[in-house]
């Protein structure tokens, strides 16, 4: 049984920083993507970085490119992501979630197949 779960979210002040992790259980980290998404209420989810497994690739939302890092640690099935220079268009439940069919973009939330219960993240101005 696939079992995400997020944490490290917090209130913190224009520019400061978070980490979040994901603690990842019921899988081998060889399975596809992981990808950090958020949402913010009466919007859509949006992907904010995702890593491959397979090739160890990462990506990132144009938004968060050269704040955000996503990283993982094999031995600890942890994914996280360090979050810099947070502004507040950053507030938001920033969720993890596990890409196993490998089918679809990684950049549509449809296309992950497991979730993690959100993080709550504000960014106070």
């Known amino acids: 049984d696939v079992q995400l779960q997020a944490s490290g979210g917090g209130l913190v002040q224009t520019g400061g920083s978070l980490r979040l992790s994901c603690a990842a259980s019921?899988?081998?980290?060889?399975?596809?993507?992981i990808g950090w998404l958020r949402q913010v209420p009466g919007k859509e989810r949006e992907v904010v970085s995702c890593?491959?497994?397979?090739?160890?690739?990462?990506y990132y939302a144009d938004s968060v490119k050269g704040r955000f890092t996503i990283s993982d640690d094999n031995a600890k099935n942890t994914v996280y992501l360090q979050m810099n220079s947070l502004k507040p268009e950053d507030t938001a439940v920033y969720y993890c979630?596990?890409?196993?069919?490998?089918?679809?973009?990684?950049?549509?939330?449809?296309?992950?197949?497991?979730w993690g219960q959100g993080t709550l993240v504000t960014v106070s101005s």
């Open positions: 979630a596990v890409i196993l069919s490998g089918r679809g973009s990684l950049w549509s939330p449809n296309t992950y197949d497991y």
């Open positions: 019921g899988l081998t980290f060889d399975d596809y993507a």
């Open positions: 890593i491959s497994r397979s090739d160890n690739t990462k």
